[in-house]
């Protein structure tokens, strides 16, 4: 029997067969499920799908408590991990591993970052944990609060690839990059990160901004102070580099539009092979809005994320910018109004120190890597931002 399709296993984890998955998961303990909704969907491209569901649940005395479960379709390291739950489908077609939150298979370091007494004794004061993002066995992000101010955030994320994020904090920081530093970090896979300074440059956006160029030469002047220690690190692919992987995800999530996102990501691999991405440079690997702090319109507080610094090509950063900007307007038309705008300015700055061909190429892979990720749970009107995502990224190799 052919293995389950990952569109076919969103289905199943989404679908109203996901009840089933839930109360065989929790059969063992006599609980009742008394109601569930998905709450968060992740689709990693040819890696599996994983959703995060609310639920009430009725012990066998009556009382009624609010959990939080996740399931996955990805293979893990280790399925003989405590408290995980094996179910097989029918047939032999899938493998589907739940759990409780926050024992995730493959961050050991979940339960004790959650935990507000443990992360009180690492910093030393009280403190309340707050969720901040939470991608299933891949990382979590927190926020630690005191009830007047964030005193700092929790990055938890898989115990083999810490010494390399720890690394790269302390490379940045050690060169002067404006960036979180170090707290403190053990080998379970938890970074504890000092506040960001500044204000998302997505705030700055949706007021409009005075000097559009102004703003791009500085994000830029970051990205070229970045030490060149960075050399020496891993590399990772570009969106570019994995657009067939993205062609297949929005597909998944538009499935009546597969032929326009394959023809995308053609063209983009033939404009690759074609065009000039210029020589490897120290960069961000995720160098978005989400990720850029501003101190002001024309001055870069604080950079995030870096999990991905490393050797690249600068068109590919600039490429990540302007398709996250891009789809801005698609996702809260009445919060970015002047975004359009603001890209004509960054096209024409951009163009003016890298292959045109090559960004446009490269701006598109990223935009349609952004498609599947509109779908949101219990949100009906998420069709309308996918298909103004994959429109955009149509536009980006007209350009």
Request: hydrophobic residues 45%; glycine residues 8%.
């Amino acid at each position: 029997m052919e293995p389950m399709s990952e569109l076919e296993q969103v289905e199943l984890l989404t679908g109203p067969g996901a009840g089933g998955l839930l109360e065989a998961a929790l059969g063992t303990e006599d609980a009742t499920i008394t109601h569930w909704d998905v709450h968060a969907l992740h689709h990693r491209p040819s890696a599996g799908v994983s959703v995060g569901y609310t639920l009430q649940v009725r012990d066998p005395s009556g009382r009624e408590s609010s959990q939080y479960v996740c399931a996955t379709t990805a293979r893990l390291t280790d399925p003989s991990v405590p408290g995980l739950v094996r179910l097989e489908h029918p047939g032999g077609r899938t493998t589907v591993h739940l759990w409780r939150h926050p024992h995730d298979p493959e961050l050991p370091a979940l339960p004790p970052a959650c935990d507000a007494a443990a992360m009180s004794g690492v910093l030393g004061r009280p403190v309340v944990v707050h969720m901040v993002a939470y991608r299933p066995t891949r990382r979590c992000v927190l926020k630690l609060t005191d009830g007047e101010a964030t005193r700092a955030f929790v990055k938890v994320v898989r115990p083999r690839v810490l010494p390399a994020l720890v690394d790269r904090h302390e490379l940045l920081t050690g060169a002067g990059v404006p960036s979180p530093r170090v707290l403190h970090h053990d080998a379970s896979g938890l970074v504890v990160l000092s506040v960001a300074e500044g204000t998302p440059l997505a705030n700055f956006l949706a007021r409009g901004l005075a000097d559009p160029v102004a703003t791009f030469d500085a994000t830029m002047a970051v990205l070229d102070g970045l030490p060149g220690g960075v050399m020496d690190l891993k590399r990772h692919p570009s969106w570019s580099e994995r657009v067939e992987h993205y062609a297949h995800a929005a597909a998944t999530a538009l499935p009546e539009h597969e032929g326009t996102a394959r023809a995308i990501a053609a063209a983009v691999t033939a404009t690759m092979a074609s065009s000039d991405a210029g020589p490897l440079v120290p960069t961000h690997g995720d160098w978005y809005e989400a990720n850029i702090f501003m101190a002001d319109e024309a001055t870069v507080a604080s950079i995030l994320d870096v999990d991905s610094v490393g050797p690249g090509h600068r068109v590919d950063d600039v490429a990540c910018l302007l398709g996250h900007v891009s789809v801005l307007p698609h996702l809260a038309p009445q919060v970015y109004p002047h975004v359009p705008a603001i890209l004509d300015a960054w096209w024409s700055r951009a163009a003016e120190s890298v292959d045109s061909r090559s960004l446009a190429a490269r701006t598109a892979a990223v935009t349609l890597s952004l498609v599947a990720g509109a779908k949101r749970p219990g949100d009906d009107g998420w069709r309308a931002d996918a298909l103004g995502r994959l429109e955009e990224a149509e536009r980006w190799l007209r350009r």
